[in-house]
């Protein structure tokens, strides 16, 4: 049988934490146990700091075998600035190594692009089509229209330029994956010919156990994750008054941190960062996992939902969108609307024994185990790549 090779982009991989990261691992070692030799090309370690990791600096490039894959780390300037221009720099200086990587190696035949960032997957979509390779663009954000959602860019030159690119990449790629339903459609739209999966951003570890509530009266509520504007929890933590009897918990890193411990109190709890099995051990024992964003993002469905319902937390969704749908359709939790301050302020307030019963935490679990498996999406992505 012959060797059959695949090559991922990615702008997120381990050692590096979050849930872009957590996400390609998976699918390259789900690829890898399909028997594919799976080759990693990603910048050098610097999420969510801002800063290369200590041991992979002062390098240009590094070949190094991990869990039986080939991965390439290139050289980036990082930052996690909030300005526009030294973040636009920084993604530029990962495209460029990208581009010296595309001309200067072998590759395989079949590639897998992580999209966005928009000049990351527009370089190795450009490149991959240059050589007249396979690309299967997996896209995880519809930027730039998420950008224009977030505030974060304006209809323009700018914009544009970006627009044309995101169509480039779509209308070059053999096979599109989507994390969801949103994302196929907005694909669709701008190009009905093309080739597209619904890939969910399903979590692949072992199913815990989960115990429900012993009777404690303390309510207690979770959040894990990047600490940025877009998830906006230091701005929910200054507008919401927790009860007596209701703690909120933080654990994570990003731009945000430093006004997150300035608010720190009795009740508002912030444990810093932790490794992703230290965070699995631990927040099983909360009662709610909390999961907001600052404005409904179209495309958008937080592959949170599926990792504390994995863990058997219901969720309080208040991020908008297709999550909020498959929250409610599979009785996962609770949906706040986004952005309403005031409705949130409500339920929590509300918060008792008797109304986490409406969604046991054994329930939740099964109905994403049952609903969303990780091995069934897989197996028929990998049957739908043999034929790309």
């Known amino acids: ?67 039986g894959m080939v991965i390439h ?3 980036v300037w990082p930052s996690n600035s909030s300005n526009k221009v030294v973040r636009l720099l920084s993604m530029l200086s990962f495209a460029t190594s990208l581009k010296v990587f595309f001309i200067l190696k072998t590759l395989p035949k079949k590639i897998i692009i992580q999209y966005s960032p928009v000049f990351v997957g527009f370089t190795a979509v450009f490149w991959s089509w240059c050589f007249k390779k396979r690309i299967i663009l997996n896209v995880s954000d519809l930027w730039p229209l998420a950008g224009l959602e977030m505030r974060l860019i304006q209809k323009g030159f700018y914009y544009s330029t970006l627009e044309k690119m995101e169509r480039f990449c779509y209308r070059k790629a053999h096979l599109i994956l989507g994390q969801s339903e949103e994302i196929l459609q907005h694909v669709s739209v701008i190009d009905p010919k093309s ?79 932790v490794s992703r099995a230290v965070l699995h051990q631990e927040i099983s024992s909360y009662d709610l996992a909390f999961i907001p964003l600052t404005n409904r993002i179209y ?44 409705e949130l302020q409500s339920f929590i307030d509300s918060l008792s024994a008797e109304v986490l019963q409406k ?30």
């Open 73 to 75: 780390r290139l050289w």
């Open 359 to 388: 969604h046991p935490k054994r329930e939740v679990q099964k109905s994403v185990v049952n609903n969303f498996r990780f091995d069934k999406q897989i197996e028929a992505l990998i049957h739908t790549i043999e034929i790309v």
């Open 195 to 273: 080739k597209r999966f619904l890939y969910r951003n399903i979590p692949d570890f072992p199913v815990p156990d989960v115990s429900e509530k012993n009777g404690e009266s303390t309510i207690t509520i979770v959040y894990a994750g990047l600490l940025g504007l877009a998830q906006g929890v230091a701005a929910i933590c200054e507008k919401i008054t927790f009860p007596e009897h209701v703690t909120f918990h933080m654990y994570g890193s990003g731009p945000e941190v430093n006004r997150i411990k300035s608010l720190t109190s009795h009740q508002v709890i912030y444990h810093g960062e």
């Open 1 to 67: 049988m012959a060797t059959k090779n695949i090559l991922l982009v990615t702008n997120y991989f381990p050692p590096e934490k979050g849930a872009a990261a957590n996400r390609m691992e998976s699918l390259a070692n789900a690829l890898k146990s399909a028997g594919y030799c799976v080759q990693v090309v990603c910048p050098f370690p610097n999420y969510p700091t801002g800063s290369i990791f200590e041991g992979f600096r002062g390098k240009l490039y590094q070949k190094t075998e991990m869990e």
């Open 299 to 342: 495309g958008s469905v937080p592959s949170k939902i599926f990792e504390y319902t994995r863990l058997g937390l219901p969720v309080l969704y208040f991020a908008g969108g297709e999550g909020g749908a498959l929250v409610l359709e599979h009785e996962l939790g609770w949906v706040i609307p986004v952005n309403n301050i005031q």
